[in-house]
C-alpha cells in the first residue's frame, strides 16, 4: 500500500510540443504541459467544460518515449507522483511549482 501515498494518474492531451533537454550529465528531461478536461451537467442542466493544465516532468526512458512519440495535441496516460519545487526568477523573486514526475506514459490509439 506504500506505493499509493502518492500515486497519480491522468488522461490528457499535451498543450504544446514538449521541451526536451540533455542535461551535462547525461541525462535527458522531457517537460510538457497537459490539458484534463473534466465534463459535466449541473443540477439545472446545463453542460460545463472544465480544462485543467497540469505540468509533467519525465526522465531517462520515459523522456526519451516522450521526445520520440509525443507531439502537441497527442493524447497520453501518464502515471506518477506529485512533487513541489521552488526556483528563484531572474529578479530574485521565489516562485513554486507543483508539477507531476512521470514514472510510465501509455500512448492510446488515436482514433
Not at 63 to 79: F, P, Q
Amino acid at each position: 500500500m506504500s506505493n499509493l501515498r502518492n500515486h497519480v494518474q491522468l488522461m490528457g492531451r499535451l498543450g504544446q510540443e514538449p521541451e526536451i533537454l540533455n542535461l551535462d550529465s547525461g541525462k535527458k528531461l522531457a517537460k510538457f504541459s497537459l490539458a484534463i478536461n473534466e465534463n459535466y451537467t449541473t443540477t439545472k442542466g446545463e453542460k460545463v467544460e472544465n480544462t485543467l493544465w497540469q505540468s509533467v516532468v519525465a526522465w531517462g526512458k520515459t523522456a526519451e518515449i516522450v521526445e520520440n512519440y509525443v507531439t502537441k495535441g497527442r493524447e497520453v496516460v501518464i502515471s506518477g507522483k506529485l512533487s513541489n519545487r521552488s526556483y528563484q526568477t531572474k529578479d530574485g523573486q521565489k516562485r513554486y511549482i507543483t508539477e507531476v514526475v512521470c514514472n510510465e506514459i501509455v500512448l492510446p490509439q488515436n482514433k
